[in-house]
């Protein structure tokens, strides 16, 4: 989403609601640098086992 957001938003296209692509643009990148970091430092963590739940 990043990059063909990113592609629409910045290639020097003019169509009405090109401020809404830019914005989603620097939301998603946002998010995939915050994804990216998560993972570098949250990697290690162990394997959750799923457990039943009893009514």
């Known amino acids: 989403m990043t990059i063909?957001?990113?592609l629409l938003g910045f290639a020097g296209l003019t169509?009405?609601?090109i401020e809404v692509v830019?914005?989603?643009f620097l939301i998603f990148a946002d998010l995939l640098i915050v994804?990216?970091?998560s993972k570098t430092f949250?990697?290690?963590t162990k394997e959750v086992k799923l457990q039943?739940?009893?009514?």
């Open 52 to 55: 039943r739940v009893k009514k």
């Open 4 to 6: 063909v957001t990113g």
């Open 42 to 44: 949250f990697s290690d």
């Open 22 to 24: 830019r914005v989603l």
């Open 35 to 37: 994804a990216l970091i």
């Open 15 to 17: 169509f009405y609601g």
